[in-house]
């Protein structure tokens, strides 16, 4: 189970309203949810009362592996919560095996039918009915 956090959306028509949730990746944006971790009300006149993030729950699914979206990711940063450092590209380099070199293309072997036409059915089977009588 793949768990991401981000953001699904509620309120009304122009006038959105974000829950920051803990949801599993193969969900809809506004399906099924694990946990309601905060929210966003981007309309908000006042800046400070925009983002409200419950930061102890967030660190648990982050030291669990969950995945936060981008946006989501930027409003953690900004909370002052700190994201787990992943391996990058170089690091990860380092751990995979040597590249095989690739094999030239070599078209499948061609097996026979696994039907005899009818002529050569009678065939074998008319020597096998004379090699039976003597």
């Not at 006042?46 to 993030?53: D, H, N, T």
């Not at 994201?83 to 990860?92: D, E, I, K, T």
Request: aromatic share 6%; net charge positive; hydrophobic share 35%.
């Amino acid at each position: 189970m793949a768990v991401k956090l981000r953001l699904t959306r509620f309120g009304r028509l122009n006038h959105p309203t974000y829950r920051v949730c803990a949801a599993e990746s193969r969900f809809k944006r506004d399906g099924r949810v694990i946990e309601t971790l905060g929210y966003y009300l981007p309309k908000h006149p006042r800046a400070e009362e925009q983002v409200s993030l419950n930061a102890e729950r967030i660190q648990y699914w982050l030291s669990v592996g969950a995945q936060p979206s981008e946006t989501v990711a930027s409003m953690i940063r900004k909370a002052g919560i700190e994201l787990p450092v992943g391996r990058s590209a170089a690091q990860r380099a380092g751990t995979r095996k040597s590249p095989r070199t690739p094999q030239p293309f070599q078209p499948p072997k061609r097996l026979g039918k696994g039907r005899l036409s009818k002529k050569k059915w009678r065939a074998k089977h008319a020597a096998g009915a004379a090699a039976a009588e003597s």
